[in-house]
Every structure is written in structure tokens, then in C-alpha cells.
């Protein structure tokens, strides 16, 4: 199956139907950027700290996997050049509308998070990677391919989902009843059924995949990065997360 191609009908629908990461940023938050009032977010509430950017002025910062507008014309807005790439031209538009309509500097690219070829070694300085590489089924060479772009230096911020928010079936978990069901790692295409693939598709989800901590920290370490920063942050909507905070942050940088 064409995973890639199934995600990005599925973000585009998404964008239709007004998920809250898919819409743009008011005038005043780019205008409040612009005289340095600014945060972005890589988890569901919790700002990422001020201390972990470099300086943006005139910094090549690369949003990976994050159109929708939640970063990147923000950082646009405080001084940097921004590239944006993302699989779902609908939430490239976002961003675009948002940098037409406040003269940014801000490109976007429809790409993959895996395969970042269009871009030479070492052009970035920042890579700002919201919760997204559960849309891929390995995410090892998202973190290789991050090294690579990246600059000697460079940082990697990326947001992550914990693996136990797979371990539990879906519908008792909705219902506050925690009962654990599948094996980690975990994937749409393996661990459920196939009706329930089809009731995904009927609501416009799209697939996800639950990485291994080994995978999620260990790629990065083993891709050459050395972990600099974490935190974790929980989403209230989420039953899960009343227990447990069950996404996560990390800061890397490529020495």
C-alpha cells in the first residue's frame, strides 16, 4: 500500500474539516513575532523553551513534516528563512496563505520526511519536526536524513509520540477503560482490523505507526546527534494522558 499517498488525502481532509493543526495563524500572532513575542509548539500544549533556538536572524530553518501553519511562518515572522515541507499540499497552502498575506520570507516543498534529497548536505541550521513521524512506518531514516541537512552545529527539535499510546485498545480508551491490545511497534496495517482500517478511512484518519523508544531516541543518537534537551507534555483530550503524559520533545544537535 502507498502509504504516503493515503496520508496525504487524508491531511488534505483534514484541512477541510478544520483540524485544529491546520489552521493559520492570525495577524497578530505574526505581528507580535515580528517584535519577538513568540512561541511555537512541537506537542499538544507545552511551548518549546526559548532557550532551545539558536538565534533566527537570517538562520535556513527547515519544517519538517509541519505544514498547517503552526511554525513555520511564525519563525518566518521573528527573522528567519524558512522552508517548509510537508506531504499534504493542502496544509502547504496554509502556510502559503499565511506568508502571502504577511509578505514572509517562507517557502514550501511536497515531499516525504524520509527522503529528503531535494536539499543539499548541511543547509540548515534548524529543524523544527512537530509530532508527525507517526505517519511513517520507519521512522530511522527521518533522523539520518536529518543529520544530513543539518549544518555542523545544528539543532533538531523533534516531537514525538510515547509508544504507550498504542499498547491500548482505541474504543475502551475513549472510555477511560485502559486494556492493552497490541504489541509495540505498532502499525494501522498490521495491528487492526481490517474494518476498522475502513472505519479510519471513512473519518479521514490517516494511518499511524507507533515507533519503539529505541527507535525514537536510539535512531537519533545512532544517526550521530547528541541529545541536548526532553521534555514531556500530555494532551487533555486524550484519555491516556490524565495518567500519563504520552507525548515527548527532544532536543539534538549534530556536533
Known amino acids: 500500500m502507498d502509504i504516503a499517498h493515503y496520508n496525504r488525502i487524508?491531511?488534505?481532509?483534514?484541512?477541510?474539516?478544520?483540524?485544529?493543526?491546520?489552521?493559520?495563524?492570525?495577524p497578530e500572532v505574526i505581528a507580535a513575532a515580528r517584535a519577538g513575542q513568540w512561541q511555537i509548539l512541537l506537542t499538544p500544549t507545552k511551548p518549546v523553551p526559548r532557550s532551545w533556538f539558536p538565534p533566527l536572524a537570517d538562520l535556513e530553518v527547515l519544517c519538517l513534516a509541519g505544514g498547517g501553519d503552526q511554525q513555520g511562518p511564525i519563525l518566518a515572522a521573528a527573522g528567519a528563512r524558512v522552508t517548509v515541507l510537508d506531504n499534504s499540499p493542502r496544509q502547504l497552502a496554509q502556510d502559503r496563505f499565511v506568508s502571502d498575506?504577511?509578505?514572509?520570507?517562507?517557502?514550501?516543498?511536497?515531499?516525504?520526511?524520509?527522503?529528503l534529497s531535494c536539499f543539499v548536505d548541511g543547509r540548515f541550521g534548524l529543524i523544527v519536526h512537530p509530532i508527525s513521524n507517526c505517519f511513517v512506518a520507519d521512522v530511522?531514516?527521518?533522523?539520518?536524513?536529518?543529520?544530513?541537512?543539518?549544518?555542523?552545529?545544528?539543532?533538531?527539535?523533534?516531537?514525538?509520540?510515547?509508544?504507550?499510546?498504542?499498547?491500548?485498545?482505541?474504543?475502551?480508551?475513549?472510555?477511560?477503560?485502559?486494556?492493552?491490545?497490541?504489541?509495540?511497534?505498532?502499525?494501522?496495517?498490521?495491528?487492526?482490523?481490517?474494518?476498522?482500517?475502513?472505519?479510519?478511512?471513512?473519518?479521514?484518519?490517516?494511518?499511524?505507526?507507533g515507533h519503539t523508544l529505541a527507535d525514537q531516541i536510539g535512531g537519533?543518537?545512532?544517526?550521530?546527534?547528541?541529545?541536548?534537551?526532553?521534555?514531556?507534555?500530555?494532551?487533555?483530550?486524550?484519555?491516556?494522558?490524565?495518567?500519563?503524559?504520552?507525548?515527548?520533545?527532544?532536543?539534538?544537535?549534530?556536533?
Open 140 to 209: 530511522l531514516p527521518v533522523w539520518r536524513e536529518s543529520f544530513r541537512v543539518l549544518r555542523t552545529g545544528g539543532v533538531l527539535q523533534a516531537g514525538c509520540l510515547n509508544p504507550v499510546r498504542f499498547l491500548f485498545d482505541d474504543d475502551k480508551a475513549e472510555r477511560g477503560e485502559f486494556a492493552v491490545r497490541h504489541r509495540i511497534p505498532y502499525s494501522d496495517l498490521t495491528s487492526i482490523s481490517e474494518q476498522e482500517r475502513q472505519r479510519y478511512a471513512a473519518k479521514g484518519e490517516p494511518y499511524c505507526f
Open 101 to 115: 498575506r504577511d509578505r514572509l520570507n517562507l517557502v514550501t516543498v511536497l515531499g516525504q520526511m524520509n527522503d
Open 220 to 255: 537519533q543518537l545512532a544517526a550521530g546527534f547528541a541529545l541536548t534537551g526532553f521534555y514531556e507534555d500530555g494532551d487533555p483530550s486524550v484519555p491516556l494522558d490524565h495518567f500519563i503524559a504520552s507525548s515527548f520533545a527532544t532536543r539534538a544537535i549534530k556536533s
Open 10 to 26: 487524508a491531511w488534505d481532509k483534514n484541512v477541510e474539516m478544520g483540524n485544529r493543526w491546520t489552521v493559520p495563524v492570525g
